[in-house]
């Protein structure tokens, strides 16, 4: 894709520009600072750069390429979605998700913390990987996001709320725009974001030579996969990509990332009635994951509308669940709350809608980091 101007959160590009033009590297982040802190700004108000980098500046990058177009907040001030119109004219979907860790328990004791927000970010317009349950998936891929555009939902987003945790769960799969994913997060992990690697997680369909390399390139990085079936056929009737990936692979290249990295990895399974939420589903799920560290988390799911032809499973059907995976297996296995439907931005539901077609209803109170992740 050409653009008029790149973004300046392009990190590749810019560092490029400048090497080229003799200017010094160590400006770069004292330009992201100020274009956070002014969104604004026209290059000429920039304080003390060198001259060469003013016009350099100004011929190819903008402070920011991508404008907020719309924000709706759902009934509870819980979820915010962030509608953010690209240079292209294309969409994509940020959300904030507040909530109070010292809600949940520990222990038996109440979690230290307080009030934090995650986002939760777009990495493509559209998706290619089909799942049959998303609502993002019935868009198609559009197109790939640069790294400067996938740094600016952190931008607009941390005007809006002090952004602790960040998600890659929004619409996309991250790892198949995997050079802007990399380069987005050593942005957002360097000065002037400092967002903490460990406070990052990426979730994955399951694209395996892209896992194989995700811990040297991004180490520290939390990953999730949306696993939701323990058998490859039942995989493959939900997630189409799940052919190109076979259960076996993914598992095989999940079990050398964990030796690898030494890190859990968070399992996503959203409970669809009478497709994968039977007992022994729950068993093979329990075999399948008995040797690594992960932590489960049981998704209900979220209809898109009357085409949908998955129905969500029952509480009671949810709850068994949950018991033999702990019970049996030790999998320590959480249950995600429902969160900002009313706005479309709760799991699945990232697709492109303006805002006047939204209604509005209550969600309940988020307590955890596992109940936070989108898809
Ligand atoms: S669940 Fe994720 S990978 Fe699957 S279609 Fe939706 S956005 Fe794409």
């Given at each position: 894709m050409?653009?008029d ?7 590749g ?6 090497e ?8 770069i982040p004292?330009?992201?600072?100020y274009?956070i802190?002014?969104?604004n700004?026209?290059w000429?108000e920039?304080p003390?750069?060198p001259s ?5 500046l ?5 402070p920011l ?6 924000v ?5 001030d ?17 959300v ?12 038996g ?6 009030p934090?927000?995650t ?6 317009v559209?998706?290619k ?6 609502a ?5 891929f ?6 400067g555009e996938?740094?600016?939902q ?12 960040v998600?890659f ?7 198949n725009n995997?050079a802007?994913?990399?380069e987005?997060?050593?942005i957002m ?5 400092q967002?903490?690697?460990?406070r ?8 395996v ?14 990953l ?9 056929d039942v995989r ?14 993914l ?8 030796k690898n990295?030494?890190?859990k ?6 409970m669809?009635?009478g497709v994968?939420d ?6 093979q799920?329990g075999?399948?994951?008995?040797t ?6 049981l ?10 032809q ?7 059907k ?6 033999i ?6 999998i320590?296995?959480t ?18 809608n303006?805002?006047?077609?939204m209604s509005?209803?209550s969600t ?5 980091i ?6």
């Amino acid at each position: 894709m050409t653009y008029d101007y790149r973004s300046v959160f392009d990190g590749g590009i810019i560092r490029a520009e400048f090497e080229k033009a003799g200017i010094k590297q160590h400006f770069i982040p004292l330009i992201w600072k100020y274009v956070i802190e002014n969104p604004n700004c026209e290059w000429d108000e920039f304080p003390s750069l060198p001259s060469a980098a003013y016009s350099l500046l100004r011929s190819k990058f903008k402070p920011l390429t991508s404008t907020l177009h719309s924000v709706v907040d759902s009934s509870d001030d819980v979820t915010t979605k962030l509608l953010v119109k690209l240079q292209n004219g294309g969409f994509v979907e940020a959300v904030i998700m507040r909530y109070d860790s010292s809600l949940g328990k520990y222990n038996g004791k109440p979690r230290p913390g307080g009030p934090r927000s995650t986002l939760c970010i777009s990495s493509q317009v559209g998706c290619k990987m089909g799942c049959n349950f998303c609502a993002t998936g019935t868009m198609g891929f559009k197109s790939n996001l640069s790294s400067g555009e996938i740094v600016e939902q952190l931008v607009h987003a941390s005007r809006l709320s002090n952004i602790r945790n960040v998600v890659f769960m929004g619409m996309g799969e991250p790892l198949n725009n995997y050079a802007a994913l990399v380069e987005a997060v050593r942005i957002m992990t360097g000065l002037p974001f400092q967002v903490s690697p460990k406070r990052i997680t990426v979730s994955t369909v399951g694209i395996v030579h892209a896992i194989n390399k995700f811990h040297s390139d991004l180490p520290g990085l939390n990953l999730a996969v949306s696993l939701h079936a323990p058998v490859q056929d039942v995989r493959c009737q939900i997630m189409p990509a799940a052919r190109a990936f076979p259960l076996e692979k993914l598992m095989n290249a999940l079990k050398e990332y964990q030796k690898n990295s030494q890190q859990k990895i968070f399992i996503e399974y959203i409970m669809l009635d009478g497709v994968n939420d039977e007992e022994q589903h729950a068993h093979q799920l329990g075999k399948l994951l008995e040797t690594f560290q992960v932590v489960v988390n049981l998704i209900p799911f979220n209809p898109i509308g009357s085409a949908s032809q998955f129905r969500t499973s029952g509480d009671n059907k949810v709850s068994s669940f949950q018991k033999i995976l702990r019970g049996s297996y030790n999998i320590r296995t959480t249950v995600r709350k429902q969160m900002g439907q009313d706005i479309s931005g709760a799991c699945g539901q990232l697709v492109v809608n303006l805002p006047d077609k939204m209604s509005a209803k209550s969600t309940p109170p988020v307590t955890d980091i596992e109940d936070l992740c989108i898809r």
